[in-house]
Each structure stands twice: as C-alpha cells, then as structure tokens.
C-alpha cells in the first residue's frame, strides 16, 4: 500500500524508530523482510499484493487483523488470549525430556512467532535462561551443524575479506547491536568454529528479554576464520570454512574491515565481543575508537564484582584483609581480578596493595616472576615476586600457603574445589567466600552443595551456572548465581540509550555498583548476593541508568534529551524506551485498525481491497 499511503499521506510504519527505544537516525530501507517485526512491512504494499510475514501468524490477533495480514483462514479460528498461548507453550515445552530438545522447540517458536517467544521467556526467565543460554547453549553449539534448520544470524567468513560491506548489506534490518564471535573458544568447549553461532543467538535473546532491546534491532555475527578442531573439518554435516584457522595477523585485518564495514552500515552500533580465545587485541585495538565492550572479560567482571561487594560486607573482614586465590588465569579470570581490584582502590587501597591480595593459579601453578616459563601478556600484572623462590605447583599448596578468604574459579576444571579445600576454607574464615565460576555445570569447580556439605551452610556462595536451593540445619539456602545476563543487557541498553560513542572502563564498573545495590530489602535479609532473576527486566533498568550516568559523567553520551534529568524522570524515560512483547498485540491492532479507519474515511475506499 506504498503508493495509497503516499496518496492519503500516511507514511509507512516502521518498528524501529525514532520514538522507540532505539533512538540513533534511522536511514531509509527498502521494504523489509524481517520476519520478527510485525508492522515494518505491512503497509508498505498493495493489498492484492500484500503476502503475510512469518510473524504474523499469531492466534491472539482479531478478526479484522488477520483479514488485514491475510492470514484468515491461515490459522484456527479461534482468538486466543496471551495467557492461553502461555500456556500451551508450557505444555509443549514440558513433553519434550532433554534440554537439548526444548533449546530446539523455543528456537523454532523464536523463529515462527518472535512476540510470543518472548512473551514466554520474560515471564518465565528463570526456567527459560537456563535452556536458550547456558548451561543448555553448550549442547546447541556442540549439534549446530547437525540440527542446523534455518538462517538465525550473519555469517562472514574469511574468503568475503574485501567484500564484507557487501555481506552486511545483505543483512535487512536496522541493527543497533551486535554480539561477534570467531568460534574458538565457546565457553570451556574449546574451538567449535560456526557452531559457536549459538552463543551470538543466545546472548541476543537475553538482550531482548531481559533488556528490552527490540528482536529486530539485534545482529547475531559470527565470523569464520576457519578453525582447528580437526574433528570439525572432518564431519561432512559441518557447515563452516574447510580451513585451517587465520593468522592473527590475517584476523586482525580481517576485524578492522569488520568493524568499519559494521560503522558505515549502522554508525554507532554497539559491538560485544564474545568468546574469542584471545580476546584482548580486539578490546584494545578498538575499544577507545568504536561503541564496544568484551563480555568474557568486561561483563564477567562486572557481575562477579557486584557479588563480590556484597560478599565482602557480609563477611566480615575489611578489604584489607582479604585474600584472593583464583583457580584460572585466562581473560576471564585476570578480567574479573582487576574490577575487584578497582573496588578496592575505592575502598582506599594503593594499586599496588589492591594487587597484592590476588593470587593467581593456572595449569602450572601460582603465576610467579620465577616461575621459569614464559608469562602471557595478561598473567603479568598479577603475577607474585615474594614466593622466595618457592614454587607451588597446584591449587592445594597454594591454597595451604596463602589461606584465603575469596576462593575464585575460572578455570573450567570440574570439581577442583575438593571437599578438602572447602573444609579448610571454613576453618580459616567465619564466612568463606566461594565463586565457582566455570561454565557449563559440569565444569563448575564445586556444586552449592558441596560448599553449603563442606563449610557448614556458612559459604558466601556464587557460581556460573545454575543448582538447585540447599536445606542445612532446616534452613533453606538459595545459591547465588554470578550469571553475566545480570550486567550485559543493561550495559547494552545504557550504551543505546546514552548514544554512548565509547564504553569507558567507568561505565562497566557502574553496571557493576549498579547491580550490587539491586537487592530488594527481603532478598538482602535474606543472605542473597544477587537479585532474584525473576526481576531481571528492573535490575536490567537499573543497571543501565548506572551505565547512562557514567556516560554522561565521561562526556561520551550523546543523548541531549537526558541532561538534567532527576533519577525519577530516568527511570521513567528508559523503561519507557524498553520493548515489552506483551504490549505487541495490542499495539498492532490500534495501527491496523487506525489504517483502516483512515482507508474508509477516504471517498471511493481502495480499489482492489481485501478488506
């Protein structure tokens, strides 16, 4: 209906726009394609012409909307409201036994009708995190080639080089973030080349959900570099490069052309960066000249140091007194190490006396001068010069020389915290604190109830993925959960709303002091580290109002409608800003219904009309 509503001066609609939450300019696009946005493309054709969108099968529209879509006759009678849907999802959901089976149905229901898989995950986030994203995720990259069904996501791979602004060209929507993996290094599963889309798919799922980010507005990117899993290059369902991985070199200049080709598209997109085994280069190279930030290292910090601050005021013990061993030196650990050294510089440390209490543990012991080996570039920060010469071999011996009162895992290695460390933690600290990062479960360092067995119920305790309450003594004990989705979706939204040109170190520790303060008077009675996760969508508002002040305290925001703005009117404006999937169908019966009001108001109607 382009040219009667150009005729009737009525504009098409558009999803994305300048009073939704995105609010950078939108350049004009061809018609879009995009089957998660339900009004882009409805009246930007003839209505003979007009063939319904994949979204748009949704048994909660009318009548009259579905006539308009064309898509009566196309579905049951029936109009159904929300709730009903809900809860045949449910049902469905619940005949499948496997994760692995319900990671494929939401994906298929992600696919086919986006508003109704998000209705699903925001209102039941705490049982759907666990099987869009980790642990669950795991599996799906693992199978990705073999369960591969349809396209969620852009592919760049290393023979597009020269052509990449090409490739993005072809991709339909107006993104405003993106989440871009190489593959090689999926959470402790190794190199899994393109299987590791999954991870870009998931983490934009919880931007979405947890965040308010329009679907629409998201760009799932994994760029192919080859990889070095030869068990990948001989299955013949694999579905990447049949290559060797690229250089660093080679990536390097293949990531600048990614990352300019990704600006002049979308200037300004936010670009998280996820799970490449080395992930500082990038980070470094580009964080101070794009909108960028590295989730591995950067939101990891950030949401074990919001734990931290809480953990560390209910233990008791000052931050000078504390003791940090880390089992695991990667990115991730030594990222995580210094957001809590910052902490503790703001509690009125030195740099150097903040650094001093962390021990760092890797495959060949504590990380020292004198070690003998050659340290990575990241280890050297933290590396000890007052062993006198000892050298502690494993985590045992440095756990007996230090005595600790953090005990920190990253490392990936299930259930190295042996109920004799645990034990030993207890005996030395009032309220030992104990992080088993690691992801996926199996490769968690401890279970909470080991921790809750072995130091007596008295474990400030957090792990990385998901377990089970403990009862001790009668008491129910609730896990914490040092899961990233706490922090990234509203530094991302922060980031959007602010039209932040950089994401500065400050604005990732104010996410971070944001979350720290999220806790519900109850939840904090209560012992908890982190909010309940059912109330994801206000720590996400929280969270990114944290960000947003950063921003404009660093001078990087761009976003003049915000100045002077007390913390009322913020709060008020971003949750307004925030997409909710529960509004959509009631959003789309007033534009339809209001087109159609306009079309009868017009002498003659429209000729050719379906309606």
Known sequence: MLRLGRKLGIFPFRTVSKESYSVRPVKPLDPP?????????????????????????????????????????????????????????????????????????????????????????????????????????????????????QPEGLYLSYADKGRVASVLHNWPYQAEITVV??????????????????????????????????????????????????????????MGSRREKASARDEQEFMDEVMIALNEKWPGIVVQFEDFKNPFPALERYQHKYTCFNDDIQGTGAVVLAGIINAVKKSGVPVKGQRA????????????????????????????????????????????????????????????????????????????????????????????FSPELLKKMAGWNKRPIIFPLSNPSANSECTFEEAVKYTEGRALFASGSPFPPE???????????????????????????????????????????????????????????????ARIRDVSVIVAMGVIRAAEKAGVDRETRIEGMKDEELEKWVRSKMYDPSEETERVEREVHSFIEEVAATKGGIRGSHL
């Open 33 to 149: 394609r995009n089957p998660n946005c339900l009004t882009a493309s409805r009246f930007s054709m003839s209505a003979s012409d007009r063939t319904p969108q994949i979204g748009e099968f949704d048994t909660s529209h009318s009548i009259a909307v579905r006539r308009f879509n064309r898509t009566h006759g196309l579905i049951p009678p029936a109009v159904e409201d929300q709730d009903l849907q809900l809860q045949r999802c449910l049902k469905q959901l619940s005949q499948r036994q496997k994760s692995i089976d319900k990671y494929l149905y939401l994906s298929g229901l992600r696919n086919s009708n986006v508003h109704l898989f998000y209705r699903l995950t925001t209102k039941h986030i705490k049982d759907i995190a666990p099987l869009i994203y980790t642990p669950t995720v795991g599996d799906a990259c693992l199978q990705w080639s073999h369960n591969y069904v």
């Open 181 to 238: 993996t190489d593959g090689s290094r999926i959470l402790g599963l190794g190199d899994l080349g393109i299987n590791g889309m999954g991870i870009p798919v998931g983490k934009l799922a919880l931007y979405t959900a947890c965040a308010g980010i329009r679907p629409e507005a998201t760009l799932p990117l994994m760029l192919d570099l080859g990889t070095g899993n030869k068990e990948l290059l001989e299955d013949p369902l694999y």
């Open 325 to 416: 061993v880390f089992m695991g030196a990667g990115s991730a650990g030594v990222g995580v190490a210094k957001q809590i050294v910052e902490y503790f510089m703001r509690e009125g440390l030195t740099e150097e006396q903040a650094r001093e209490c962390f021990w760092l543990v890797d495959t060949k012991g504590l990380v020292t001068n004198d070690r003998g080996d050659k340290l990575a570039d990241h280890k050297i920060y933290f590396s000890r010069n007052d062993n006198a010469g000892q050298q502690y071999k494993t985590l045992a011996e440095v756990v007996d020389y230090v005595k600790p009162t953090i005990l920190m895992g990253l490392s990936t290695m299930g259930g190295i």
């Open 471 to 533: 009862i001790y003594e009668g008491q129910t004990l609730q896990p914490g959960q040092g899961n990233n989705m706490y922090v990234f979706p509203g530094i991302g939204l922060g980031t959007i709303l602010s039209k932040s040109t950089v994401v500065t170190q400050s604005m990732i520790y104010a996410s971070a002091e944001a979350l720290s303060t999220a806790l519900t008077p109850s939840e904090r009675s209560q012992g908890w580290l982190y909010p309940e996760i």
